[in-house]
């Protein structure tokens, strides 16, 4: 049986399946992107900002027919497929727009010589990534990488082969060279042999806190340079002068959005007690008007999750969490459909001897947290193996920047949910990974800061 499978988790029905690469295949695949790097090289980086804009285009223009893969695939709703093909132009854009001045040599102060570091291309990159935004985690290593002239090879998630093969073809009708990108459905063994090819030169992981380490060991064995966007258990600190109305507008979906599939979404609710009770009716009021069916029809408010797989699993956590002294404040009644879907949930009274305190929740689970005060919600915060992202709210900015300040993760919101843009870098710290994506941070991932130093001029 073909280990990459389109399966509808709305209907559980498999609608496409993809086979493993062949030797040969691969061998081409390393073969052209590395010969592609190396005319790049040789090219000025203005030729691929244009083709990067013609990229951009290609995905407005063809926005429906990616979002509708991508639901079909994963399940989340259309709307947010569609808003992932308008973001991923954007970042296309970004970069089209910003690459060859952060690319640009930088001067460097010296009394030994006319000293500066050029920032160069350093060859092609493994890329490896998820199921939940199939479009959005590829383009945002893709991008930085085509402006630097680093050829990308795709090694999907097994569940999005449909959405990593169109996303390959849009890129090729939009004219980018052959061998920008290209996808492969790699086994596991494949992936460590492709790692270990002298061509290679970075690997670009998001995903699993298991996969990233396997990734990680296979690239430090062969002194490959790496970059891990890994788990989440992101808290979502609020504060005694938290604003209601922007309360209410946060919540609204921090904990729904994709089904709460999201590294970076809001998962341990941390609650100074004043605002305990007011943040569970909150939260409570946004589950409940959730409306389950058709990914695909506008009407649908809650989606099913990307697999049964999924579904199993987290009902398996909060089963665990329960067993182990965690409450239940309030969970959607069953959901009459035959798909993937997991009817969300409040949990509250999750001790720290509890199995899943430490776990990453990956759907719809609000996990509530009463704390005393601001330094109990910092402490609490950063009682966690992760630190990916975070959100702080408050109606007192300088107050909300100084919670901000002392917790230990790569991102912060102050009065928002996760939140991405082209501009801003993404990654985070301890078990999360490390290295950063988008952003000059991200453009800078696999370049080689190369000294030049001119000792006859000073």
């Not at 073909?2 to 073969?31: G, K, R």
């Amino acid at each position: 049986m073909a280990n990459y499978q389109s399966i509808n988790p709305y209907t559980n029905e498999t609608f496409a399946t993809y086979d493993h690469p062949t030797a040969t295949q691969i061998e081409e695949a390393l073969t052209l992107t590395h010969a592609l790097y190396k005319k790049w090289r040789h090219e000025a980086v203005s030729e691929r900002a244009q083709q990067l804009h013609q990229i951009a285009d290609k995905l407005r223009s063809e926005k429906a027919e990616m979002a509708k893969i991508m639901t079909l695939e994963m399940g989340k709703l259309l709307k947010e497929s569609e808003e992932e093909v308008l973001l991923c132009a954007n970042i296309c854009d970004w970069y089209a727009d910003h690459g060859e001045a952060l690319l640009a040599p930088t001067p460097l102060p010296s009394s030994l010589g006319n000293a500066y570091y050029l920032k160069q291309a350093t060859g092609v990159v493994l890329a490896c990534e998820p199921w939940n935004f199939p479009l959005y985690q590829v383009i945002r290593v893709f991008a930085p990488n085509f402006i630097v002239g680093n050829p990308i090879i795709l090694k999907h998630a097994h569940n999005v082969p449909g959405s990593a093969k169109l996303t390959a073809q849009l890129i090729h009708r939009a004219g980018a060279p052959e061998g920008s990108l290209i996808n492969l459905f790699l086994d596991y063994d494949q992936i460590a042999q492709v790692i270990a090819d002298p061509r290679i030169q970075g690997v670009a992981l998001t995903g699993s806190e298991r996969g990233g380490a396997s990734v990680a060991e296979s690239a430090g064995k062969e002194l490959k340079k790496s970059t891990m966007e890994l788990g989440g258990n992101d808290p979502f600190l609020v504060l005694a002068d938290a604003d209601h109305d922007q309360l209410v507008k946060v919540l609204a979906d921090a904990r729904t959005y994709n089904m709460g599939q999201v590294c970076t979404s809001s998962k341990r609710i941390i609650v100074v007690k004043e605002k305990y009770d007011e943040v569970l009716s909150i939260l409570k009021s946004v589950f409940s008007s959730l409306k389950p069916g058709d990914p695909l029809k506008a009407t649908t408010t809650l989606a099913p999750m990307n697999s049964q797989g999924a579904k199993d699993k987290l009902q398996r956590q909060v089963d665990l969490g329960v067993a182990n002294g965690a409450k239940i404040f309030y969970q959607y009644p069953k959901i009459d459909e035959k798909g993937a879907f997991f009817s969300p949930a409040i949990l509250t009274d999750i001790a720290p001897d509890n199995p899943i305190f430490d776990d990453e929740l990956f759907g719809p689970v609000a996990e509530v947290y009463k704390v005393e005060d601001d330094q109990a919600a910092i402490e609490l915060a950063n009682n966690s193996s992760y630190g990916l992202g975070s959100s702080v709210i408050s109606s007192n900015h300088d107050h909300a920047a100084k919670v901000s300040a002392q917790i230990e993760t790569g991102m912060t919101v102050i009065n928002g949910r996760w939140i991405t843009a082209p501009e801003l870098p993404f990654g985070g710290v301890k078990k999360s990974g490390y290295g950063r994506e988008l952003s000059q941070l991200g453009l800078y991932a696999f370049v080689n800061e190369h000294l030049v130093i001119d000792v006859t001029q000073k």
